[in-house]
Nanobody, 120 residues
Framework: QVQLVESGGGLVQAGGSLRLSCAAS????????MGWFRQAPGKERVFVAQ????????AYADSVKGRFTISRDNTKNTVYLQMNSLKPEDTAVYYC?????????????WGQGTQVTVSS
């Protein structure tokens, strides 16, 4: 069992930056890929970024490539999402996720979500 708790969301102006954190509990953390999804009002939840356990291999949605960076610290059971050059269309609830593979398969675990609002 893995529990995920996000933090770091908030209100920021367009062009600004935020860093999201996701603290995981449960011994399976280091075994799983970790990542982030987001859900804007009235839209479905979509993949944002993933980082694998081994080698730190990453994957990103095209909409965030070059602006967002995902990282993880296995010693702290934490995954991060550094978001730069934020745009109003990045406004959404951001969810941390974990699983064997989350970019192409439904995650096994979800956090409760944290709101990110980007004003124009």
């Amino acid at each position: 069992q893995v529990q995920l708790v996000e933090s770091g969301g908030g209100l920021v102006q367009a062009g600004g930056s935020l860093r999201l954190s996701c603290a995981a509990s449960g011994r399976a953390f280091s075994s799983y890929a970790m990542g982030w999804f987001r859900q804007a009002p009235g839209k479905e939840r979509v993949f944002v970024a993933q980082i694998k356990r081994i080698g730190g291999y990453t994957a990103y949605a095209d909409s965030v490539k070059g602006r967002f960076t995902i990282s993880r610290d296995n010693t702290k059971n934490t995954v991060y999402l550094q978001m730069n050059s934020l745009k109003p269309e990045d406004t959404a609830v951001y969810y941390c996720a974990a699983g064997p593979e989350i970019a192409t398969m439904p995650p096994a675990y979800w956090g409760q979500g944290t709101q990110v609002t980007v004003s124009s």
